[in-house]
């Protein structure tokens, strides 16, 4: 199109243009940043560095989640399993740290992302080999890991957790949450491989079009069958940091939470159709999250209207999501 | 288009043709007067429209009469589309006067257009695949009984008479998704048509469709010609242009230029006006062909799509495979390149054998595709410029699996520059750039790969006429520099003008081999079908 043709009037049309590209940007940012001052000054403990610090340690097993559900989402898929896989490897962690001669908590470690990644690369396989599809797979998985979580446990929590062990999820290290410190390696790793590695490159590509990328070489159903896997080892990592966190392993542990992951991720921008999005966005997400339950909880207002008030966030994110992106 | 013609260019030419002043008064003003309301069917002026202050259109207007076959041309980012838009309310102008059947309208969505007798086929289909194909005819004007039932009887006896009379061969009853891309475009204009309106208008109807389906086509549109509708025609297919319609209209840069008989111009001058400035009409290239075996293709088949293919392609040959919709031409390609399975065949390059099981397999033996639909298989149109370019050549850019930034983004600088990509920015997504440099973008990706031979499906569909050229001028660089590119194209003129021999596909076999001076347009049209 030529540029010549650009007239005076349209100086101001640029203008609101580049607000608007502003904020397409920065908007979710800046509503997680009024939303802050707003708690700031509706709650004098809100800035508290206890308070800050507890939200989050909560907002770091959403976000583990929520990171690898934008790799899953990215590829133009779903998981709606990680709840349920999260709770199983939750009992699978705490069987191994309880009683009167608990295991090392690093074999805990491997066996909760162990049990996980397994979870993660039946759903991969069914998805990206047999192509059926993710809403259906694991829709499925999300029943039978809650089944293979209560036979596991017995229906019964699992109590008396190895010290060692609850400190994955209790202790601090410099102050800082010991879950807290786990979430930010894994935000950096996944932000850096989306961000400048080859396999990035790739999870965007197979989820902005599949066609094309299989055209260009790249091994489509392999890049397809690793975001479900990285997805598994990332919900048991989150399994094993919430039982430490609890202290007992709850076999029912972890309801709704792939509901809360996707939530993140999709108030974060990450389009549901895959292609487009960024584990930025999602922390962004997760951190909003998490401050408005925390404010609300700080504020007294009952869990009941907390659902409503955090549903209709989603939505009213979503939608303006919509309005931004809509041509005149 | 390469270089922006300044808009005033190419006018001193126009006193003999028919020059629309934006008071629309017609130079043929006598035959006017009386029958002007109801022989002129549709008059718009001084249209305009901009998008978030960058102008699209500026100066937009057409006259078409009744019974008229009115041909809009210009090229990519020409305000066509826009223009069209507007026409059918899906876009409000921001000046400008649109009269149809002689009362001044402005369209507020697309169903008063409807209402009014204007219906529009455009070039993105938009079937619903798992409906019945008289299903998607009716879509939303079903026929009822009892007021809440869906006659489907009905639908498919009316659907099947429609078909009958345009000729087309169609079952109504069959899913949307059984069908071919050249019969749901058939379709898709069978359903305009359907609504009996007065004013068609036609956006490259025949882009994806073969000459039999083309041939079709132009017959109903004689017959609904005769029957007084008025159509406008827009393809970028000279051609059919010169074949269907009577008039034309030309823009360039979002405005008019000029508008007159087609009896009365030639297609050297069409040309000149679409691209505004002289283009000569192509002439046959030089074979830079050594003779040398570059790839050897044998005995590839697909039960139900192709038999029996053997082909060889020499260094610095450019090697035509033309053929019919559905002649197997395309899923030959993809089987070559690996994209779709093969019940057998053998690959030989330079005197090597090879065995290709997927893209990657093509990729590391020197393969490079540009596949027949940019959109649905070529492009990541999430995506930007820059990541487009380089998505099959990663590993080059990369060390350690992780990207190097700067590397990709002068070589993608390099890129644009060489085949003139016409983007603010390599990091604009793809999407925002025009068809032609979305094409170019598609064969700088291929190119990055560093192939020797390059499979070209279709390399010009639906982009303006000096992009053309510059993806000709590309393919014959190409191969002088001793590689090899293989061709295909439903476009006759094009692939006489620029391959150094024809395969003739037909039903799935090589029907022959067409060269020099035996390689004619009727010669072709003779052994495809």
């Known amino acids: 199109m030529s540029t010549e043709l650009t007239t005076t009037a349209g100086a101001a049309g640029a203008r609101s243009q580049a607000i608007g590209r502003f904020l397409s940007r920065y908007g979710i940012l800046l509503s997680f940043l009024i939303l802050f001052v707003i708690l700031s000054f509706a709650h004098p403990n809100f800035l508290s560095t206890a308070n800050l610090m507890n939200v989050l340690r909560q907002v770091s097993i959403n976000g583990i989640l929520a990171i690898g559900m934008t790799f899953v989402i990215l590829t133009g898929g779903i998981d709606l399993s990680i709840g349920s896989v999260l709770a199983l490897t939750g009992v699978v962690a705490g069987s191994l740290v309880t009683g009167g001669d608990p295991y090392n908590p690093a074999i805990a470690f491997f066996a909760a992302v162990g049990v996980g990644a397994l979870f993660g690369a039946v759903n991969g396989t069914l998805i990206a080999r047999f192509s059926v599809p993710a809403f259906v797979v694991t829709l499925g998985m999300l029943s039978m890991a809650r089944g293979a979580t209560l036979l596991y446990s017995n229906g019964r929590p699992i109590p008396n957790l190895s010290p060692e062990f609850r400190w994955l999820g209790q202790g601090f290290i410099a102050g800082i949450p010991v879950p807290v410190i786990i979430f930010a390696i894994v935000f950096i790793a996944a932000w850096i491989t989306l961000r400048y590695t080859v396999y990035g490159r790739w999870i965007y590509a197979v989820g902005g079009n599949v066609k094309s990328a299989k055209t260009s070489g790249i091994p489509t159903r392999t890049v397809i069958f690793s975001a479900y896997l990285l997805m598994g080892a990332l919900a048991g990592l989150a399994g094993m940091i919430l039982t430490a966190r609890t202290t007992s392993a709850l076999p029912q542990a972890g309801l709704g939470y792939e509901l809360d992951a996707i939530a993140a991720v999709v108030i974060g921008g990450t389009s549901l159709t895959g292609g487009v999005g960024s584990v930025v966005y999602t922390l962004i997400g997760a951190l909003i999250i998490g401050v408005i339950s925390n404010g609300l909880d700080l504020m007294g207002v009952s869990s009941y209207y907390q659902q409503i008030i955090k549903g209709a966030i989603i939505v009213v994110a979503v939608l303006i999501d919509r309005s931004r992106n809509l041509n005149p | ?529």
Not at chain 2, 349 to 370: H, K
């Open chain 2, 1 to 529: 288009m390469a270089e922006p013609a300044s808009p005033g260019e190419g006018k001193p030419e126009q006193a003999h043709h028919v020059l629309v002043p934006p008071a629309s008064v017609s130079p043929s003003a006598p035959e006017q007067g009386a029958v002007a309301d109801t022989d002129l069917l549709l008059a718009a002026t001084s249209i305009s429209k901009a998008f978030a202050g960058v102008p699209a259109l500026v100066d937009g207007r057409i006259r078409l009469k009744r019974g008229s076959v009115h041909a809009l041309c210009g090229g990519n980012g020409a305000g066509k589309s826009t223009f069209l838009n507007i026409l059918m309310g899906l876009h409000r102008a921001d000046a400008g006067t649109v009269m149809v059947k002689g009362r001044v309208v402005h369209y507020a969505s697309a169903a008063e257009a409807l209402a009014d007798g204007i219906a529009i086929i455009t070039q993105e289909l938009s079937p619903v695949l798992d409906m019945t194909v008289a299903e998607n005819i009716y879509l939303g004007r079903e026929p009822r009984r009892l007021g809440w039932f869906a006659d489907k009887a009905k639908m498919e006896a009316d659907a099947a008479a429609l078909f009958a009379r345009l000729g087309f061969d169609i079952d109504a009853r069959v899913t949307m998704r059984s069908l071919s891309v050249a019969k749901i475009q058939l379709v898709e204009i069978a359903k305009a048509i359907s609504r009996e309106s007065d004013i068609l208008i036609m956006d490259e109807p025949t882009s994806a469709i073969g000459e039999k389906e083309a041939a079709t086509l132009f017959q109903a549109i004689r017959s609904l010609q005769d029957q007084g509708v008025g159509i406008i025609y827009v393809s970028h297919r000279l051609t059919d242009i010169f074949s269907i319609a009577d008039s034309y209209t030309v823009f360039r840069d979002g405005r008019f230029i000029e508008a007159g008989d087609l009896a009365d111009i030639d297609r050297q001058r069409l040309i000149s006006l679409i691209v505004g400035r002289d283009l000569r009409d192509q002439e046959a290239r030089d074979s830079t062909s050594t003779g040398e075996p570059m790839i050897s293709v044998s005995g590839f088949a697909r039960h139900g799509q192709f038999e029996d293919i053997s082909l060889d392609l020499a260094k610095g040959e450019i090697l035509g495979l033309y053929g019919l919709m559905g002649a197997g031409r395309s899923e030959f390609a993809n089987a070559l390149y690996g994209n779709a399975p093969k019940d057998a065949g053998t690959v030989t390059i330079e005197g090597r054998p090879v065995e290709i099981r997927s893209p990657s397999d093509a990729l590391s033996n020197g393969i490079a595709i540009v596949t027949e639909d940019r959109k649905e298989t070529g492009l990541v149109l999430t995506s930007s410029v820059s990541e487009n370019v380089v998505l099959a050549a990663l590993d080059q850019f990369s060390r350690l699996g992780l990207v190097d930034g700067k590397k990709v983004a002068s070589n993608v600088d390099g890129q644009i520059a060489r085949f003139r990509i016409r983007t603010a920015s390599r990091d604009l997504p793809v999407q925002s750039l025009s068809g032609g440099n979305q094409q170019k973008v598609v064969l700088a990706r291929c190119v990055e790969t560093e192939p020797k031979i390059l499979i070209c499906d279709e390399p010009t569909r639906g982009i303006d006429e000096g992009a053309k050229r510059e993806v000709y001028a590309f393919l014959s660089a190409f191969a002088a520099a001793g590689n090899s590119v293989l061709m295909i194209s439903s476009e006759i003129p094009e692939i006489l003008a620029n391959a150094d021999r024809i395969l003739v596909f037909r039903r799935g076999r090589i029907a022959g081999e067409l060269k020099g001076a035996a390689a004619t347009q009727e010669a072709l049209v003779h052994l495809a079908s």
